[in-house]
Nanobody, 114 residues
Framework: QVQLVESGGGLVQPGGSLRLSCVVS????????MAWYRQAPGNERELVAA???????NYSNSVKGRFTISRDNPKNTVYLEMNNLEPGDTAVYYC????????WGQGTQVTVSS
C-alpha cells in the first residue's frame, strides 16, 4: 500500500515560517492529485491546500495568501510552505489525496506560540 510520511513541523513564533514535506511511496505519484490537511485538538480534519497532477493549486480561505503548496514529482514529494503563521494554525498536518483515499500517515505537529 502507498505510504505517506510527513515531516518538517515544529514550534514557531507567530509570524514565523515552516516548510512541511510529504514523501509518497509507490510509482503513481505524478498521476495523482495531492492535498494537505490539518487537525487541531477537538476539531475535525480540514483540507487546507490541494494541488492537481497538472500543478493547479487551491487553498482554504483561512490560509490563502500565507501558505503555498507545491510538488516535486521526481522526488515523490509534496510541500507546504507556511508563512506568517498564526496561533490558529496550530494543528497536526497530514497529506493525502483530496478525497482522502490513501492510508493516513502519522502527520507532523505544528505549534505556533510565543
Amino acid at each position: 500500500q502507498v505510504q505517506l510520511v510527513e515531516s518538517g513541523g515544529g514550534l514557531v513564533q507567530p509570524g514565523g515560517s515552516l516548510r512541511l514535506s510529504c514523501v509518497v511511496s509507490g510509482n503513481s505519484f505524478s498521476a495523482i492529485d495531492m492535498a494537505w490537511y490539518r487537525q487541531a485538538p477537538g476539531n475535525e480534519r480540514e483540507l487546507v491546500a490541494a494541488i492537481t497532477r497538472f500543478h493547479t493549486t487551491n487553498y482554504s480561505n483561512s490560509v490563502k495568501g500565507r501558505f503555498t503548496i507545491s510538488r516535486d514529482n521526481p522526488k515523490n514529494t509534496v510541500y507546504l510552505e507556511m508563512n506568517n503563521l498564526e496561533p490558529g494554525d496550530t494543528a497536526v498536518y497530514y497529506c493525502n489525496t483530496p478525497d482522502g483515499r490513501l492510508y493516513w500517515g502519522q502527520g507532523t505537529q505544528v505549534t505556533v506560540s510565543s
